[in-house]
């Protein structure tokens, strides 16, 4: 079975410094592994995803991730943080072995941004 | 925007009732997937459905049915509604090729309340 752990409820970070959002995964073959965000009252929006290759992966304003297969690891984060970057954070992984359609999401961490 | 738009908005059915929820897929998907967000949780795969036929399904009873129509769009139907169906219902679409690493594009969500 797949599985997904976001171990912090909440993250709280000054605007313009530096932030991360944990992740760690479980699956029984290679991972795809996602970040959405999502806004209050809004669906979720996507930011990136790993299929292969880099371990460092690029997303939309200005976020990044980090691959690590030993830590089975997928922390999400951005060089400094907007207080518009407040919201709830999901990571999500389908394993590319078992042919699982399914998205399986953690249980999300809130982002506060203090200006 | 991602182009996937869900119907309606908010809703309030009584227990026991059934209520038909509908997405719109984003132009050039061909698969659409529905997911469950109960309060203060990540969301969880209902099912999916691909080429009009449902394509994997999550840990959801039978009551809980789909359908996918030839322009891609989907409804979501639930049967003798309980309280615990109250919650965030999201349709994600995408453009499936078989290899799983396709990003799902969510739509806003119908919020669903069962009294």
């Known amino acids: 079975a797949q599985s997904v752990a976001q171990p912090e409820d909440q993250v709280n970070v000054a605007e313009g410094n530096p932030l991360t959002v944990k992740c760690t995964y479980s699956?029984?073959?290679?991972?795809?592994l996602f970040w959405y965000v999502q806004y209050p009252n809004r669906g979720l929006q996507f930011l990136l995803k790993?299929?292969?290759?880099?371990?460092l992966v690029k997303g939309s304003y200005g976020f990044e991730a980090e691959f690590n297969k030993s830590q089975t690891s997928f922390h999400l984060k951005k060089p400094s943080a907007l207080v518009s970057d407040s919201a709830l954070y999901f990571c999500a992984v389908r394993d590319r072995n078992t042919g699982r359609r399914a998205l399986t999401f953690g249980s999300g961490t809130r982002l506060q941004v203090q200006p | 925007e991602t182009g996937v738009t869900q119907s309606p908005t908010h809703l309030i059915k009584t227990r026991g009732q059934q209520v038909t929820l509908r997405c719109s897929s984003q132009s050039g998907h061909n698969t659409v997937s529905w997911y469950q967000q109960a309060l203060g949780q990540g969301p969880q795969f209902i099912f999916q459905y691909y080429r009009e036929e449902e394509n994997g399904r999550g840990n959801f009873p039978p009551r809980f049915s789909g359908l996918q129509f030839p322009n891609y769009s989907s409804e979501l139907n639930v049967n003798a509604l309980e309280l615990d169906d109250s919650a965030l219902y999201l349709c994600a679409s995408s453009l499936e090729s078989g290899g799983l690493q396709e990003t799902q594009y969510f739509g806003p969500g119908t919020r669903l309340l069962v009294l």
């Open positions: 790993y299929i292969t290759g880099d371990n």
């Open positions: 699956v029984s073959g290679n991972p795809y």
